[in-house]
């Protein structure tokens, strides 16, 4: 089993940064891949990255390509989002989850989420 808590979350302004991370436990992720998800109130959860368990290749969606990065630190069995130049339809609960792809069902364990609310 790997329990998977993300944190980070908040209130920011548009324009604002911030950095969501998801720390794992139980068992290591440093040899799995790892994705990251939203979802705002009545919508689906919508895919935003994933991160190969090497960290050397990395996907976005194409609605936070070049101001979202996604990195990871294996050796502390955590992995990062980096949100920059944030928008209003940013707004969401963040999951983190283990897995590969833009699809939920590609993915097994996940986090219970993270809020983070951009105002304009």
Do not use: H
Not at 62 to 72: A, E, M, N, Q
Not at 105 to 118: A, E, F, K, L
């Amino acid at each position: 089993q790997v329990q998977l808590v993300e944190s980070g979350g908040g209130l920011v302004q548009a324009g604002g940064s911030l950095r969501l991370s998801c720390a794992a436990s139980g068992r290591t992720i440093s040899s799995s891949n790892m994705g990251w998800f939203r979802q705002a109130p009545g919508k689906e959860r919508e895919f935003v990255g994933c991160i190969r368990w090497t960290g050397s290749s990395t996907y976005y969606a194409d609605s936070v390509k070049g101001r979202f990065t996604i990195s990871r630190d294996n050796a502390n069995n955590t992995v990062y989002l980096q949100m920059n130049s944030l928008k209003p339809e940013d707004t969401a609960r963040y999951y983190c989850a283990r897995g590969f792809g833009t699809r939920p069902i590609d993915y097994d364990y996940w986090g219970q989420g993270t809020q983070v609310t951009v105002s304009s």
